[in-house]
């Protein structure tokens, strides 16, 4: 058996893996990249948090893609990655990220893995239900797991929970070229904690659910007064209605600040807009768009069969799957199979809505991903163990225990119209004794299970980064076949490139610096600066002339407050520099990139704010001419 899984995973030296995988790093807010059925770790993204390896949020390009309204924010939570869908299946073009703790949306190019959109989420709190993507990738949704009170009004007292926190259900609209994002609306929503999103396919693609829990509305020991209730919540909106009153002018335009970053591949750097409305909906004005599913005890996971038709809710504290029939859910609102109403939105009789439970299955269930057999696969984060489970018969054919208590699970194309029946990868919050130790702190775990027989088969454990939660797999040539290799250095835009050695220079205004400087093998130029002085401050311009695939140069100075930049071919990068004291100051190229790597260096020279020392400078092509001022 081991040997048989070996050869399973055994990706020959020189081969490329058949799927990536995208995890989502949790609380280090990135994203890792690995290698399916190897779990080899390909690249690290760096998207809400600063990354000193790249430089991302240390060079002046990248710091405005971690500005917020709460000014520059450099770390987040980031939890769910969404790749983005045509037709309801996975095409590779992008990858969405949610920012839970300051409310945030990533978008990364999947032709550079880079991070090159990120909207704040205004009104809301925990974006935490979130960013899931309709069928064509026409909206991503995120919705408040902490409800708050709308921007503006927030000034109140915690125990008016009830009265003034709300939820709100967010559309962003993403260009379909460009993949630009903006908030097109938001729909405002009784306060309780939503908690994750899928939206609907094929027969029910119109459509986006969201789980919740605490609709007891609890503020305050939610451990025990969020699970009062024998059911909270499935929320069910039909955006397409949603989108035609907002088109109809049915929104109204509140005041909101949030920030809205972008990035650009000509200019290399990122720009950060303030953005101040947005339109809103509320809820109990528009009962013909939104209804509540009972769903039993605090559900977590929502996620909708290939075919659109279902929709399976995990409740935490439930021994039962529920599992709700779109079909169901059509009749019963024709019919108005209501038992009541909450917050003005119409709830839903259970029983009307439920194509049946799926009995003996585990405890704590979480998240659900389906095959291409008509087999849904959930975990149990209690029980510690995977369930496959048929979605037509809703019974149980077959049960692999996880090392240790999973949390999401991942099947290539395993939200989409077309999942892959080969893999599922356990995401496990709880590693234990599965590698060698490493003191107190041990990576996540993750473990990947052959699905293409009857029974799972347990092929191979690997060390996460992070706390990955959700995941999202594609196979590899639909990446592969549009990745770039290098930016065309004629088509940098950045203000501060320079396309030639010949054109290196030093500019002083005033007491800022400007050092347009090239990088190439093996040099940088200038590599000796004189004539900077205390209370300067001076930017280094950096452009990687290379144009070859792999051969980033890197850029630190000594005693800099700051990271190294990692500088792609063709790419301009900008590091900050602020002199502490007189004196000399090597900088050096820290990636090795050639055989005369280690003398890829420099010197700045720093005076006292008094001396009188010209501005000079000399390297690379000019290094035999007498220095230039
Ligand atoms: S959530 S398992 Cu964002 Cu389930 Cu983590
Ligand atoms: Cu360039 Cu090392």
């Not at 947005?278 to 005890?297: Q, R």
């Not at 075919?307 to 859910?329: C, M, N, R």
């Not at 009307?352 to 849904?376: I, N, S, W, Y």
Request: charge should be negative.
């Amino acid at each position: 058996m081991a040997g048989d899984a070996a050869s399973k995973v055994y990706v020959a030296p020189g081969k490329y893996d058949e799927f990536y995988l995208f995890t989502s790093g949790g609380f280090s807010g990135q994203m890792g990249v690995y290698g399916l059925p190897s779990g080899r770790l390909l690249r690290n993204i760096p998207i809400f948090s600063q990354d000193p390896q790249s430089g991302w949020g240390y060079s002046e390009e990248s710091k405005p893609m971690l500005n917020t309204s709460h000014g520059f924010v450099p770390w987040d939570d980031s939890h769910h990655p969404e790749l983005s869908k045509t037709n309801g299946e996975d095409d590779g073009r992008w990858i969405f990220i949610n920012g839970n703790n300051t409310p945030r949306i990533a978008r990364i190019d999947l032709t550079t893995f880079k991070t090159v959109d990120i909207i704040e989420i205004p009104n809301a709190g925990g974006n935490h239900a979130s960013p899931f993507c309709t069928e064509n990738t026409e909206y991503v949704v995120g919705n408040s797991r902490f409800s708050v009170p709308l921007d503006g009004k927030d000034d109140v007292p915690i125990s008016t929970f009830k009265e003034n926190f709300k939820g709100a259900a967010t559309f962003i609209k993403v260009d379909p070229q460009s993949g630009n994002m903006s908030v097109s609306f938001q729909i405002v929503v009784p306060g309780f904690n939503y908690d994750l999103a899928h939206a609907g396919k094929g027969v029910s693609k119109d459509w986006v659910f969201f789980t919740s829990y605490n609709s007891e509305q609890a503020h305050n020991l939610l451990e025990v007064n969020a699970s009062q209730n024998d059911k909270d919540f499935v929320m069910a909106i039909n955006w397409k209605k949603a989108e035609a009153l907002v088109a109809q002018g049915k929104g109204k335009k509140i005041p909101a600040k949030y920030m809205h970053n972008t990035y650009s591949d000509k200019t290399h750097s990122a720009t950060s807009t303030e953005e101040k409305e947005v339109t809103v909906l509320f809820a109990e004005e528009v009962p013909e768009i939104i209804y509540y599913i009972p769903c039993p005890k605090s559900p977590h996971g929502c996620d909708v069969s290939p075919d659109g038709k279902y929709i399976v809710a995990s409740g935490k504290l439930a021994a039962t799957i529920p599992v709700f029939s779109f079909e169901k859910l059509q009749k019963a609102i024709e019919s108005k199979a209501f038992e009541g109403k909450v917050g003005g939105i119409n709830v839903l009789k259970y029983d009307a809505v439920l194509a049946g439970e799926v009995p003996g299955t585990g405890l704590g269930p979480l998240h659900t991903e389906f095959d291409d057999k008509g087999f849904a696969y959930t975990s149990f984060f209690v029980s510690s163990e995977i369930v496959k489970w048929d979605v037509e018969k809703r019974t149980v054919v077959d049960r692999a225990p996880t090392y240790y208590s999973i949390g999401h699970l991942c099947i290539p194309g395993g939200d989409s119209k077309k999942p892959s029946g080969k893999y599922v990868v356990a995401l496990n919050k709880i590693t234990k004794d599965r590698y060698l130790p490493t003191g107190p702190e041990l990576n996540q775990s993750a473990q990947l299970f052959d699905i293409s027989g009857e029974k799972m088969q347990l092929l191979l454990d690997f060390p996460t980064i992070g706390e990955p939660h959700y995941a999202q797999a594609i196979p590899a040539d639909k990446i592969v076949k549009n990745s770039k290799k290098f930016f065309k250095i004629e088509d940098n835009g950045n203000p501060f490139v320079i396309k030639s050695e010949a054109e290196a220079k030093v500019v002083r205004t005033g007491k800022k610096v400007d050092v347009y400087m090239t990088a190439i093998r093996s040099h940088l130029n200038p590599d000796n600066i004189e004539g900077i002085k205390m209370g300067d401050e001076v930017y280094f311009h950096v452009t990687n002339l290379e144009q070859d695939w792999d051969v980033p140069h890197g850029f630190a100075v000594k005693g800099n407050n700051n990271a190294e930049l990692l500088i792609m071919p063709g790419e301009t990068q900008t590091l900050k520099w602020v002199p502490d004291r007189a004196g000399m100051f090597p900088f050096y190229c820290t990636d090795f990139c050639s055989a005369l790597h280690q003398e890829m260096q420099g010197y700045a020279r720093v005076s006292p704010a008094s001396a009188n020392v010209p501005l000079t400078f000399s390297g690379g092509a000019t290094a035999a001419e007498e220095p230039k001022k």
